[in-house]
């Protein structure tokens, strides 16, 4: 369904999150490969952020905030942290959302049956065939079928 069909628009949209827009399942699965490869960035970066954050308790159990290798580690979270902000936006830039880190899973608002609801897409799916009501969760998702 095209996102002109939808009933209410001006309202609808209204109840969008910040910076989410509506995409047809055609933009949804155009931005999926980058998508992907966004989620799976984030995936890596939080990994890694966490591990830094395990390292910096470690050392301060023994070490003061102001040494040089606590300095270091606080240094790297934190460019891990603004390289996170990065890819999300531009995560946000496809049209996508992060549903899950793990398992990865990412959504698209979008419009079924005249309204809002949220394509979903998990690793291991060749393609977007899923969606769920905003108001519902991952483990409700119908088959997308289009006409």
Not at 28 to 57: F, G, K
Not at 131 to 146: A, G, N, Q, S, V
């Amino acid at each position: 369904m095209e996102i002109g069909m939808l009933e209410n628009r001006e309202e609808r949209e209204q109840v969008l999150p910040h910076k989410a827009h509506l995409v047809t399942i055609e933009q949804a699965r155009e931005s999926l490969p980058e998508a992907r490869q966004l989620l799976i960035e984030l995936q890596v970066m939080n990994d890694y952020a966490h591990d830094l954050t395990e390292e910096i308790e470690i050392l301060l159990e023994d070490l003061e905030p102001e040494d040089e290798h606590v300095i270091e580690v606080a240094d790297a979270l934190a460019t891990t942290i603004r390289n996170w902000q990065v890819i999300s936006s531009n995560l946000s830039l496809t049209g996508a959302r992060v549903a899950s880190l793990d398992p990865g899973r990412l959504e698209w608002y979008g419009v079924v049956d005249g309204e809002i609801a949220l394509y979903s897409w998990c690793f291991g799916e060749e393609d977007i065939e899923w969606y769920h009501h905003t108001d519902t969760t991952y483990l409700t998702r119908k088959p997308l079928i289009e006409a």
